[in-house]
Structure formats: structure tokens, C-alpha cells
Nanobody, 125 residues
Framework: QVRLVESGGGLVQAGGSLRLSCAAS????????MGWFRQAPGKEREWIAH???????????YYADSAKGRFTISRDNAKNTVDLQMNSLKPEDTAVYYC???????????????WGQGTQVTVSS
């Protein structure tokens, strides 16, 4: 059974930092795309960042404009994990954050076949 389990969410003041972690089990995702999305109440699920694999074991990272310069995605294939370091957090970053994995990757949620259950991030002003 494939599972993605997020951790690291919580309550933080504006300007603070959080590190989210996603642990995958049931299969390896070393050649798959892994990414992070978020969903605020009443809003659609929003792509934040993802990493993709290419020949030569090179990984590329892509970020939404809202994440550039503040968030960093990283992965550890030996541990089958993907992390999201979030700095300079703002109240508008408040949402449930989801880890996702898929063969191709991209900004659309439909491109990912595996999802975690989500972890709440709340940023107070």
C-alpha cells in the first residue's frame, strides 16, 4: 500500500518559518515528480512547488510565484522523503498543505496519483 504522510505543520507568527516533511512508503518515488500543494478554506487546491527527475539523476525544482524566494523544496531519495522549508511566512500562507507524487509532475493536481492526508499550517498576524 502506497502512503504519503506529511508532518511539520503548526501555528507560527508572521515572518516565522516551518519545515514540512513528507514520508513515502510502499514504493520508491526516485524517478517520479514530488510536490507540494495547499488548500485554504473556500479555495481550490493550489500548486506550490515540485521536483522532477531527469536523466543523469538530476532533479529540478519549480515554484509558484507565491513561493519563490521564500520556500525551498528538497528531496532525499534514500529516505523516500520530500521536504518544504517555508520562511518569511505570511497570514495568506495559512492552508492545509498536501504532499503529492506522480510520474510527470506539474501545476495541475490531476497530474499526481498519490496524495498525503494534509497538514495544517496557520500563520498568525
Amino acid at each position: 500500500q502506497v502512503r504519503l504522510v506529511e508532518s511539520g505543520g503548526g501555528l507560527v507568527q508572521a515572518g516565522g518559518s516551518l519545515r514540512l516533511s513528507c514520508a513515502a512508503s510502499g514504493r520508491t518515488f526516485s524517478t517520479d515528480a514530488m510536490g507540494w500543494f495547499r488548500q485554504a478554506p473556500g479555495k481550490e487546491r493550489e500548486w506550490i512547488a515540485h521536483t522532477t527527475w531527469s536523466r543523469g539523476s538530476t532533479y529540478y525544482a519549480y515554484y509558484a510565484d507565491s513561493a519563490k524566494g521564500r520556500f525551498t523544496i528538497s528531496r532525499d531519495n534514500a529516505k523516500n522523503t520530500v521536504d518544504l522549508q517555508m520562511n518569511s511566512l505570511k497570514p495568506e500562507d495559512t492552508a492545509v498543505y498536501y504532499c503529492a507524487a506522480g510520474r510527470v509532475g506539474g501545476v495541475a493536481p490531476a497530474l499526481y496519483g498519490y496524495w498525503g492526508q494534509g497538514t495544517q499550517v496557520t500563520v498568525s498576524s
